[in-house]
């Protein structure tokens, strides 16, 4: 089954990290957080990636192209200048990816129409941001889709509060919690398993997924929500990324599954 990701955006809240590289190549533990999405849908055995590329695009290419020949050995002759590579001691990432310009304006649904030639061709297929983890069991996600027999399903989360919560009878605070999450009410957390259909929904490079497609699709009944309580986090602002960088230094961050 083919996965997209949607690489292409600004990222201008986090402009101190995306001056020079597109959100997705941000680091959590020194790697980009849309290594951290591969090989969570890797560790699900769905390797089969299609990249929607836009702002600095080159720098995903450049990214992939080194981790890839990287992973290997490699021997220099400065003598002759001869370089030979050798098969790394560690065994390589069984992934296949796609990578795909979909324009520098272009906008969510503009990106994902246009992958439609890459991925939107043998059935069912999931699509996420490149700027989020989570811990959703795919595996359950993708049995629910098929059970239902609609066109799209979206992974509801409800999102991580940005202040503290606070209960009052008059001026008297009785209760204080700070960044609950299950008060929030659900959200579109993306880990989307779509049809093909749904290209129908998109009009063109200007089309914004989140609007006019999610919206004609829940009018024709044909979207369905899979309801994840687990953990959830989109890298949106500095303060998202130090929260990301905090859980992956301390061990145990949650969407971490594989060895």
Same mark, same amino acid.
């Given at each position: 089954?083919?996965?997209?990701?949607l690489?292409?955006?600004?990222?201008?809240?986090?402009?101190?990290?995306?001056?020079?590289?597109?959100?997705?190549?941000?680091?959590?533990?020194?790697?980009p957080i849309?290594?951290?999405?591969m090989?969570?849908?890797?560790?699900?055995?769905?390797?089969?990636?299609?990249?929607?590329? +836009?702002?600095?695009?080159?720098y995903?290419?450049?990214?992939?192209?080194?981790?890839?020949?990287?992973?290997?050995?490699?021997?220099?002759?400065?003598?002759? +200048?001869?370089v030979?590579?050798?098969?790394?001691?560690?065994?390589?990432?069984?992934?296949?990816v796609?990578l795909?310009?979909?324009?520098?304006e272009?906008?969510? +649904?503009?990106?994902?129409k246009?992958? /439609?030639?890459w991925?939107?061709?043998?059935?069912?297929?999931?699509?996420?941001?490149?700027?989020?983890?989570?811990?959703?069991?795919?595996d359950?996600?993708?049995?629910?889709?098929?059970?239902?027999?609609?066109?799209?399903?979206?992974?509801?989360?409800r999102?991580?509060?940005?202040f503290g919560h606070?209960e009052m009878?008059?001026?008297?605070?009785?209760?204080?919690?700070?960044?609950? /999450?299950t008060?929030?009410?659900?959200?579109?957390?993306?880990?989307?398993?779509?049809?093909?259909?749904?290209?129908?929904?998109?009009?063109?490079?200007?089309?914004?997924f989140?609007?006019?497609?999610?919206?004609?699709l829940a009018?024709?009944? /044909?979207?369905?929500?899979?309801k994840?309580?687990?953990f959830? /986090?989109?890298m949106?602002?500095?303060?998202?990324?130090?929260?990301?960088?905090?859980?992956?230094?301390?061990?145990?961050?949650?969407?971490?599954?594989?060895?």
């Amino acid at each position: 089954m083919k996965i997209g990701i949607l690489a292409g955006g600004l990222g201008t809240r986090l402009a101190e990290e995306t001056a020079i590289k597109p959100k997705p190549m941000v680091e959590i533990g020194n790697q980009p957080i849309m290594w951290h999405i591969m090989k969570y849908y890797a560790h699900f055995h769905l390797t089969d990636f299609t990249v929607a590329l +836009g702002y600095r695009g080159e720098y995903i290419k450049r990214w992939l192209v080194d981790y890839a020949s990287l992973a290997a050995n490699v021997s220099v002759s400065l003598r002759d +200048g001869k370089v030979q590579w050798h098969e790394p001691e560690t065994e390589r990432e069984d992934w296949n990816v796609s990578l795909v310009e979909t324009g520098l304006e272009t906008n969510t +649904g503009g990106r994902i129409k246009r992958l /439609q030639p890459w991925i939107g061709t043998e059935g069912t297929f999931m699509l996420t941001w490149g700027d989020g983890v989570a811990d959703v069991d795919l595996d359950a996600l993708l049995a629910f889709h098929k059970s239902h027999g609609k066109l799209a399903t979206l992974t509801a989360v409800r999102p991580p509060a940005r202040f503290g919560h606070i209960e009052m009878d008059g001026d008297r605070i009785t209760e204080f919690s700070e960044k609950p /999450q299950t008060g929030e009410g659900w959200i579109n957390g993306a880990f989307f398993v779509l049809e093909p259909e749904i290209f129908d929904y998109i009009e063109g490079d200007s089309t914004q997924f989140e609007k006019e497609p999610l919206e004609e699709l829940a009018k024709d009944g /044909q979207l369905m929500a899979y309801k994840h309580s687990g953990f959830w /986090q989109c890298m949106d602002t500095i303060r998202d990324r130090k929260l990301l960088q905090t859980l992956w230094d301390s061990g145990s961050a949650p969407w971490k599954v594989w060895d």
